[in-house]
């Protein structure tokens, strides 16, 4: 197999309506208008190159679980976020990148990512 990419991420959420407002808001999403009806409450988002897939369903409890969003200036991420009330921590460098983390209102935990540049 030769991979060329991540298509989707699939998030559970405890409300649709709340999770949107946040992968949209928050996030810079964009709602999909092609999600097929699949039976359950839900919402598709591009972000980036990838979507994530929200699904009204219960929420497991958080071991760790996460995805990353990659973004190209993380400090002014965090000023633009904590500016709107959102509670981030600072960044800190892992390996050759910067990341910090936040969560949605259904308790899921997004990941910050910056990846800096150099040897």
Known sequence: MEPIGVHHVAVNV???EAAV????GVLGGRVRDDRPDLG???AWID???AQVHLVELPVPPSMGQHF???VDDL???VAELRAGGHDVADPSQVGAGLQTFLTDPSGNTVELHQVLEGP
């Open 75 to 77: 400090d002014a991420v």
């Open 14 to 16: 405890t409300d649709v």
């Open 40 to 42: 359950i409450a839900g």
């Open 21 to 24: 407002a946040f992968y949209t």
């Open 68 to 70: 990353a969003v990659r």
């Open 47 to 49: 972000l980036g190159a």
